[in-house]
């Protein structure tokens, strides 16, 4: 089966997802051709086993732009005619994959997270209703189909490849969302969360602002570092360096210590790989359950104040 | 100006699921429904933007008559008029290609949507809308600059990692809304009883093709788990503490 990947990079890096992708393509048959759309793709290396063919699209932004990507994406569909476009279920993506299947007439799923081809149909997994139930989607009659995979969930594609490597000219055409600088989010602070060995790490089910103090008191007597989940960084309670997570940082600690913390899948994605996770939380259907080693269904404000006499 | 809110009112699954009779969706039953967190914020800087401009707000949803409590949600946060488009699919071709024939129709100078909806997570609605009406777009915004003279926004776009992307857009445009961009007001119970009033403008979705078919849906098995400590609080505190000394070894 025909698979056209799109590399994902920012800043003259290559993204991990890209290689993750490749890793799915590969599940699906092949052959595998790597979409390097850039300023200066041949800079950027996504040359990696499993990779039949490297087309590189030089192109005028010097970050992602929407429209660009899409003109791009369009063009070599319609050339290629690929029975299966990758994309990474990120920020990029969102802005044009949904759209290129929405123009091209094309299947459409995202936060795809399994892969299955069955004869000549590929049938995608994916989550609903807060991850609590799995769907298979299948794409009748679609002449091909755009998935956004959710990263982390494939192992990425290593040790050298041998593609061929081709150019393709995109064509011109304006670009109505322009790229300005990229700024860093989180303000320079005092703690960097992704060094620590030991997080105590809270989430919406805090409830309260007030109740910020009373972990970050925890934290302190267990020699643990405060780390957060998007909710209490929205609520504007702890700033975004604390912020662990896709859109915060991806933190490997020896233990976290999850606090009413759910497990959204953005979350789970920035905390994984810790050593030993453990998590309290009342609802026993928590996603967060699902990654963790050891778990308390418990309130967690009696296993805080228990946990605060022991010390 | 005139800013057009795409909202959902979306499911969530209690502790307990069963699934409809064909095994293809999970049984109304079983959802609670809620206005979608996401949307929340998009209504709010769409207010905020109507405060400073002037103009009005159109809040749109896809969906059938339950569905009308998130538009009247947001008529109690301050939206002007409301309409809702019944007849299409759930998939995000479907209903992007029905919130199209709405904002069509509104020429508006902004179109605001959440960047997902908690119950399908796919963050492709606000795209499809774009794509179908011609217009720009950006997706996961978690900064608003607008320029109604110059027609044009400077937005932040939100990337992985914590980094930011700061992007131009000509306007119109359509932008997806993070979480967090501010802090949605909430209704006082005089603009609820008020909202409950107001006549919804409801139309009919032509069809199309659908961006997928579920084909089954199930309880994914748990993996191995999280090995439970059990007992009282004392005790879970006991085992958790003799654990974590032991790991950070």
New interface residues.
Partial sequence: MTVLVIAEH?RGQV?DVTFELVTAAGELGGPVTVAVIARDPAALDVNVAGVDEIVNVAVEAA?????VWQRAVEALVAERKPQVVLLG????S??????L???L?L?????VHGLALEGEAV??TR????S???????????AGVVL?LR?TAWTPAEGPGSATVSAFAAPAGPS???????????AASDVDIAQA??LLSIGRGIGERENVELFEALAAK?GATLSVS??I????WMP??R?VG?????VKP??Y?AFGISGA?QHLAGMKGS??????NT???AAI??V????????LF??A???E??? | MRVVVCVKQVSQLGDEVEFTGDGCDVDPDYLDSALNEWDGFAAEEALQLRERLGGEVVVVTCGGEESEQALRRALAMGADRAIRVEGAGRDPLSVGRALAEVVRAESPDLVLCGVQSSDSVQAATGTVLAELCDLPRVAVVTKVDYDHEARKAVVDRELEGGLVDRVEVDTPAVLTIQTGINQPRYANLRAIKQAEQVEIDVRTAAGGAEAYRVRRMFVPSKGEGAQLLKGSPAEIAGQLLELVRERLK
């Fill in positions: 920012v993204r970050e992602f732009e929407s429209d279920f990120t920020v990029n969102m802005g044009y994959g949904p759209a299947a929405a123009k007439g299947g459409f799923a995202g936060d049938i995608a989550s609903f209703y807060g609590k139930v799995s769907a298979e989607l299948e794409f009748p009659g679609a956004l990263p109505r969302a322009r790229h300005l600088e990229l700024v860093e989010a989180a060995d030991f267990l998007r909710p960084v929205d609520a504007g975004s360096s912020q896709q859109s915060g940082k991806t020896k233990v210590l899948v050593g030993t996770i453990v998590a309290v609802d026993p259907e359950f699902g963790a080693h050891y778990g308390a269904v418990a309130d009696d296993v104040e228990e946990l006499k022991l010390l």
